[in-house]
């Protein structure tokens, strides 16, 4: 089993940066992507960012050029670098890692229980 702490979470103005971390303890052997997912109130779950055998990363388009996610091995570690926070960026911020890259489900199979990040205007 593998198991995600988040941690960073917060209030933040509008225009604002956080950072998010999450650490893996566990059977992490088994993690070659990781990545974060949000969920806003009264919607659903996305992926925000993910990266993939510590190389290649993919960004949902509403984030690219504000957010960059980064992994450290030897901390186990994965970080979520949040710059020009918008309001719409209120949510419910996940870790998740998995094994394999499913680019058809982007589904992981380990999740972390969450930190919320709220912007407000």
């Known amino acids: 089993q593998v198991q995600l702490v988040e941690s960073g979470g917060g209030l933040v103005q509008a225009g604002g940066s956080l950072r998010l971390s999450c650490v893996a303890s566990g059977s992490i052997f088994k993690i070659n992507v990781m990545g974060w997912y949000r969920q806003a109130p009264g919607s659903q779950r996305e992926l925000v960012a993910v990266t993939i055998n510590g190389g290649s990363t993919k960004y949902a388009d509403s984030v690219k050029g504000r957010f960059t996610i980064s992994r450290d091995n030897a901390k186990n570690s994965m970080y979520l670098q949040m710059n020009r926070l918008k309001p719409d960026d209120t949510a419910v911020y996940y870790c998740?890692?998995?094994?394999?890259?499913?680019?058809?489900?982007?589904?992981?199979?380990?999740w972390g229980e969450g930190t919320l990040v709220t912007v407000s205007s």
């Open positions: 998740a890692a998995a094994k394999f890259w499913d680019v058809v489900t982007e589904n992981m199979d380990y």
